[in-house]
């Protein structure tokens, strides 16, 4: 997976779930809830080629990590 869940110093106490690029530590977002996070994520991996488009999919394999 080219993302994942985090922390990071550039998000807000308040929004401490981060979703960071992988390749080279972005952040792409900042989150008040993992469930937040995770709804990016899930959204991000819809729109890579191979996935099929299918957010509920994607969102189905995330829960289950």
């Known amino acids: 997976m080219p993302y ?3 922390t990071s110093a550039s998000c ?3 929004k401490p779930y981060a979703v960071i ?4 530590g972005k952040v ?3 989150h008040a809830t ?3 996070a995770k709804a990016q994520l899930a959204a ?4 890579e080629p191979k996935s ?4 509920e999919d994607v969102r189905a394999r995330l ?3």
């Open 12 to 14: 807000p106490a308040s």
């Open 34 to 36: 993992k469930e937040g």
């Open 52 to 55: 099929g488009g299918r957010v």
């Open 4 to 6: 994942h869940i985090g």
């Open 28 to 30: 792409m977002g900042c």
């Open 21 to 24: 690029k992988d390749s080279d």
């Open 63 to 65: 829960d289950s990590t």
């Open 44 to 47: 991000l991996y819809a729109n």
